[in-house]
């Protein structure tokens, strides 16, 4: 069964961090282009940030870039998502989606693509 989790979401203070981890299993992540997006209440989907298969490649939102990192461990089929200096407009639900190979990360997180997806993680920040 092909299948991504997400996880290390939670409540947060503004100006606090949070790292989310997206596991596979079923399939291997190496041929595969990753992203995270997240959804608030009554907003739409959005790509917050994608890696490429070899990690050469990533984009951010320009909301995020200088708060957010990627990265990826393919040994450990993990991808990750370092949140510094977390503000209350970032609470979201978080989902990771793995994109095959043929699409520039910043066409995955803008046009929100992915092949599959996970269920999502809550990030809540608020004093």
């Known amino acids: 069964q092909l299948q991504l989790v997400e996880s290390g979401g939670g409540l947060v203070q503004p100006g606090g961090s949070l790292r989310l981890s997206c596991a596979a299993s079923?399939?291997?992540?190496?041929?595969?282009?990753i992203g995270w997006f997240r959804q608030a209440p009554g907003k739409e989907r959005e790509g917050v940030s994608c890696?490429?298969?070899?990690?050469?490649?990533?984009y951010y939102k320009d909301s995020v870039k200088g708060r957010f990192t990627i990265s990826r461990d393919n040994a450990k089929n993990t991808v990750y998502l370092q949140m510094n200096n977390l503000k209350p407009e970032d609470t979201a639900v978080y989902y990771c989606?793995?994109?095959?190979?043929?699409?520039?990360?910043?066409?995955?997180?803008?046009?929100?693509?992915?092949?599959?997806w996970g269920q999502g993680t809550q990030v809540t920040v608020s004093s």
């Open positions: 079923g399939f291997t992540l190496d041929y595969y282009a």
């Open positions: 989606a793995a994109e095959p190979l043929g699409s520039t990360v910043q066409a995955m997180c803008v046009l929100r693509r992915g092949r599959y």
């Open positions: 890696i490429s298969s070899s990690a050469g490649s990533t």
